[in-house]
């Protein structure tokens, strides 16, 4: 008969093994879902939806569309506010903009915090600060997207709609929301994602202090409305780098023009120079491998 001891010792390296299973297993299945392309129905709603879509350069196209189906299916996706369901559409479209930020990012884990994309019909009732094409007295009650460190994103369909196809207004709720992801993944919210050594957070937080400063100073003296970079990521160091990456994404070239320094940071951080994407935008779109319709 086996003692205390020795069933306790079977019982553990079961439990272990289990584990090391389970986890090898969803290791294969991320691997599977990387090395998938997204149906050329989803293209096609990325095209007509998603602009963004179109310019990504051709080295990335692959990695890209892998991470959109890990994505899709590595979150739970909840429907709220009214909704019935998440439909796929609404899924590769939330996700599609939530992978941009990570094609070129190393290490990046798929947001390794979140557990559950929230998704309300419209603008839901919070305590939301900023507006998305809401009236100032809407906006003292709603809020369009949040972020919480205990593992979810809250996304209003509305915006994230809006924030697709308006590809250089400097405004995308979902880049916004999963940028406070990725500034979230150590643990704080304080506008200081991981880098990758003690000299990148050195210069980091010299050149992201020294902006946000600045558009502070800016929003104080009643000059908010002028200024580059939306007044409202003069709230907090963390809005500061949630909006500064909507612009790095949205108004790339704008950006390294008026903000060089800070261009440098995030084309740095994220591996990728968006600056200079737009000019085989239309080159893209006529590509037989991006129009769906040319290709069949
Ligand atoms: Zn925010």
Redesign the pocket.
């Known amino acids: 008969m086996l003692d205390p001891i020795t069933i306790t010792v079977v019982i553990l390296l079961g439990v272990s093994f289990g584990m090391i299973g389970a986890t090898l297993s969803k290791n294969r299945k991320t691997a599977l879902l990387l090395n998938e392309k997204l149906s050329e129905a989803q293209r096609e709603i990325l095209l007509k939806q998603f602009p963004r879509y179109g310019v990504i350069p051709s080295d990335l196209r692959d990695d890209f569309e892998g991470i959109v189906n890990v994505l899709m299916h590595r979150k739970r996706f909840v429907p709220c506010g009214g909704l019935e369901e998440i439909t796929e559409h609404q899924k590769v479209l939330i996700c599609a903009q939530a992978a941009l930020p990570i094609v070129a990012l190393p290490h990046h884990k798929f947001y390794p915090r979140l557990k559950s994309i929230l998704v309300y019909p419209g603008a839901f009732r919070d305590r939301g600060r900023?507006r998305w094409g809401i009236s100032e007295e809407e906006s003292t009650h709603s809020n369009l997207?949040?972020?919480w460190q205990t593992g979810s994103v809250i996304l209003s369909w509305d915006s994230v709609v809006a924030g697709a196809a308006n590809d250089d207004d400097g405004m995308n709720v979902v880049i916004?929301?999963f940028a406070?992801q990725l500034d979230q993944v150590d643990g704080a919210a304080d506008g200081i994602p991981i880098l990758k050594n003690r000299a990148a957070y050195k210069r980091w937080v010299e050149v992201f202090y020294r902006n946000y400063e600045k558009l502070v100073e800016e929003v104080e003296a009643g000059k908010g409305g002028r200024s580059f970079l939306d007044p409202?990521g003069a709230?907090n160091p963390?809005?500061f780098f949630?909006?500064a990456a909507e612009t790095f994404f949205e108004e790339a070239r704008d950006l390294k023009i008026k903000h060089p320094d800070l261009y440098a940071e995030l084309s740095s951080y994220f591996h990728l120079d968006p600056a200079s994407w737009d000019e085989t935008y239309s080159s893209k779109l006529t590509d037989s491998e991006w129009n769906p319709k040319s290709s069949s």
């Open positions: 900023r997207g949040e972020s916004h929301e406070h409202y709230t963390a809005e949630a909006v």
